[in-house]
């Protein structure tokens, strides 16, 4: 573990009737950073996240949180620690200050210091206009809002939030957003898992990239994307990509990489626009038809393809 480390994870795995959903995952979050897990749906990081809050136990590996082992000392973990469930877990039939003091008063708040930490809260998240409001009538933006309001409630020091973004507007994902950020700025640590590029590229510090319980690729943005090398990215829409098709663009000189996802051909060479004439042609004599044609800069898209051979899926 190094100095600066508040999370260290060591060969993690958990397993499930002979189902792996995390496979030897090891890695370190730095304290005060923004960390975020990236990967599609059923990748484990969700897993991961329930190990962290004592929710799991893990089959092999060890995890420890600020000094404390996650299956030795899980009340001290939970003190220091706020958790947003990808599932809403709110009461909408109370207003959200009824929310908040409910679980305010879990936590042992009470008096004016509840008042005055639920009031702050709710300026937080920007819902101090609509705290009298029943959750019922909140879109699902605002609702994951007030669930990030709850898991601040105890001031911790470390914020898992799985999946935040996913099901909100543009406003309530900016004020997402913007919250995370703030909190980061007060010295918070914030780990977050998602299969948003949106939230990876705009929100974190590091980017550990999962797929299928295993940890394939782990450092800053622009250290991911440089795995991509300096390149371009054509990517191709088009029906019936055929083997053929493949093994032709895979013999023009200067392309690197080929990767076909159902309907969708992706092609990492050099000199992109220079072959784009060319690679129209070879696709088009093999008898694939092209519907659309884009080239593109290597993002976390093309880089999930480029490590997995697939598309990020949702």
Same mark, same amino acid.
């Given at each position: 573990m190094t100095d600066d480390a508040v999370i260290t994870i060591e060969g993690l795995s958990k397993r499930y009737d002979g189902f792996t959903a995390v496979d030897d995952v090891s890695l370190e979050i730095k304290r005060g950073e923004i960390?975020?897990?990236?990967?599609?749906?059923?990748?484990?990081?969700?897993?991961?996240?329930s190990i962290?809050?004592?929710?799991?136990?893990?089959?092999?590996?060890?995890?420890t949180i600020d000094g404390f082992d996650v299956e030795k000392n899980t009340t001290d973990i939970k003190k220091i620690i706020g958790v947003v469930p990808q599932e809403i877990s709110l009461y909408y039939t109370l207003t959200a200050r009824e929310n908040l003091a409910f679980y305010a008063k879990i936590y042992g708040l009470s008096g004016k210091a509840m008042k005055d930490r639920i009031e &702050?809260?709710? @300026?937080?998240?920007?819902?101090?206009?609509?705290?009298?409001?029943?959750?019922?009538?909140?879109?699902? %933006? $605002?609702?994951?809002?007030?669930?990030?309001?709850?898991?601040l409630l105890h001031n911790p020091g470390i914020l898992f939030?799985?999946?935040?973004? &996913?099901?909100? @507007?543009?406003?309530?994902r900016k004020r997402i957003y913007d919250t995370i950020r703030d909190l980061n700025?007060? %010295? $918070?640590?914030?780990?977050?898992t998602t299969h948003q590029m949106e939230d990876a590229e705009k929100l974190c510090h590091r980017i550990a990239i999962v797929d299928k319980g295993k940890l394939i690729a782990l450092d800053t943005l622009d250290g991911l994307l440089k795995m991509v090398g300096e390149t371009d990215i054509i990517q191709v829409t088009a029906k019936e990509i055929t083997p053929e098709a493949v093994d032709v663009i895979q013999r023009i000189e200067n392309v690197q990489k080929v990767s076909v996802d159902e309907d969708s051909m992706t092609?990492?060479?050099v000199q992109g626009r220079e072959l784009l004439a060319g690679i129209i042609k070879a696709l088009t004599a093999s008898?694939?038809?092209?519907?659309?044609?884009?080239?593109?800069?290597?993002?976390?898209?093309?880089?999930?393809?480029?490590?997995?051979?697939?598309?990020?899926?949702?």
């Open positions: 960390f975020g897990l990236l990967g599609p749906n059923g990748a484990g990081k969700s897993t991961i996240i962290l809050c004592c929710l799991l136990e893990p089959t092999a590996g060890r995890v &702050t809260l709710l @300026d937080m998240v920007g819902l101090t206009d609509r705290a009298d409001d029943r959750l019922e009538g909140y879109s699902g %933006g $605002m609702k994951r809002r007030i669930n990030i309001a709850v898991a939030l799985d999946e935040p973004s &996913t099901g909100v @507007d543009p406003q309530s700025q007060q %010295g $918070m640590t914030v780990l977050l092609i990492q060479l008898g694939t038809k092209v519907e659309s044609i884009q080239i593109k800069e290597p993002d976390l898209e093309t880089l999930f393809l480029h490590l997995t051979g697939t598309k990020l899926r949702k």
